[in-house]
């Protein structure tokens, strides 16, 4: 099993940053991906970003440019740094991991507010 914890969520302004980070615990030696999605009220949760064990990353098109996924410390925590955030990036925004045989584990989430 893998236990998440994030943090770093809140409240920004418009053109702000924020940057979140999702600890992992547990049989991490087994992740595959770890992820970033987020969920606006009334809204399917979608995926933000990714990356893969090997580094390969993926960018929703309404973030590309803006935010940057990356791993510290050998799949111990995902970050996601976000730059120039806008209102309508307001959402929950949830961690997650696929270990290798594609058991796919979620954290909590994280309000990110972004409002002037």
């Known amino acids: 099993q893998v236990q998440l914890v994030e943090s770093g969520g809140g409240l920004v302004q418009p053109g702000g940053s924020l940057r979140l980070s999702c600890a992992a615990s547990?049989?991490?030696?087994?992740?595959?991906?770890m992820a970033w999605y987020r969920q606006a009220p009334g809204k399917q949760r979608e995926l933000v970003a990714q990356?893969?064990?090997?580094?390969?990353?993926y960018y929703a098109d309404s973030v590309k440019g803006r935010f940057t996924i990356s791993i510290i410390n050998a799949k111990k925590t995902v970050n996601l740094q976000m730059n120039s955030l806008k209102p309508e990036d307001t959402a929950v925004y949830y961690c997650?991991?696929?270990?290798?045989?594609?058991?796919?584990?979620w954290g909590q989430g994280t309000q990110v507010t972004v409002s002037s």
């Open positions: 997650k991991v696929i270990l290798v045989r594609g058991v796919p584990y």
């Open positions: 547990g049989n991490i030696f087994d992740i595959n991906v």
């Open positions: 990356i893969t064990s090997g580094g390969v990353t």
